[in-house]
Structures are given as structure tokens and as C-alpha cells.
Nanobody
Framework: QVQLVESGGGLVQAGGSLRLSCAASGDIFSVNAMAWYRQAPGKQRESITT???????NYADSVKGRFTISRDTAKNTVYLQMNILKPEDTALYYC???????????????WGQGIQVTVSS
């Protein structure tokens, strides 16, 4: 089995920063792409950033220049550094890691449980 555990969320004032972490554990041979999503109340889940195994990144326009995705390959952990936070960033944040559990096995997507980020004005 594979588990993803998120941490680092909480309440912050507008203009502040938070750093989310998402650590994968269990039967892991390799991790490919990693990503962060968020879902605000009454809205659909949206992709905000992706990091490929080759190191390429992309960001939603709404977070570009403020959020940074990074990874620690040795720890199977993906991070989301969030700066200049705005009230509209308030949402439940989810990580996704695309994991191969055995050599030549399939790559499956695994999700974190979600972590709340609340930005007050």
C-alpha cells in the first residue's frame, strides 16, 4: 500500500506564507510526476501546479509567481511554498503523486487526504 500524508496547513493573514508538505510512504519503487490541487467551498477541484520527473513545472495563472513546487526525491516528498497569500487562496489543498510500486509495473496516482489553508483578510 501507499499512503500520502500532508502537513503544514493552517490559518494565515493575507500577505503571509505557508509551506505544505506531502510525504509518500509504503511500497514505492519510483515517483514520477507530483502535483498540487485545491478545492474551495462550492467550487470544483482545480490543478494549481505540477512537477514532472524531469523537473519541468507549470502553474495556474492564479498562483504563478507566488507559489513554488519542489521535491525531495530521497524522502518521496513534494512541497508547496505559498507566498503573498490572498483570501481567495482559501481552500482544501490536495497533493498527488504518480507512483510506480515495482519495476516495470504500472504508474498509479495516489492522493493525500487534503489539508485546509485559510487566509484571512
Amino acid at each position: 500500500q501507499v499512503q500520502l500524508v500532508e502537513s503544514g496547513g493552517g490559518l494565515v493573514q493575507a500577505g503571509g506564507s505557508l509551506r505544505l508538505s506531502c510525504a509518500a510512504s509504503g511500497d514505492i519503487f519510483s515517483v514520477n510526476a507530483m502535483a498540487w490541487y485545491r478545492q474551495a467551498p462550492g467550487k470544483q477541484r482545480e490543478s494549481i501546479t505540477t512537477l514532472t520527473s524531469g523537473g519541468s513545472t507549470n502553474y495556474a495563472d492564479s498562483v504563478k509567481g507566488r507559489f513554488t513546487i519542489s521535491r525531495d526525491t530521497a524522502k518521496n516528498t513534494v512541497y508547496l511554498q505559498m507566498n503573498i497569500l490572498k483570501p481567495e487562496d482559501t481552500a482544501l489543498y490536495y497533493c498527488r503523486q504518480d507512483i510506480r510500486r515495482r519495476p516495470l509495473g504500472p504508474i498509479n496516482s495516489f492522493w493525500g487526504q487534503g489539508i485546509q489553508v485559510t487566509v484571512s483578510s
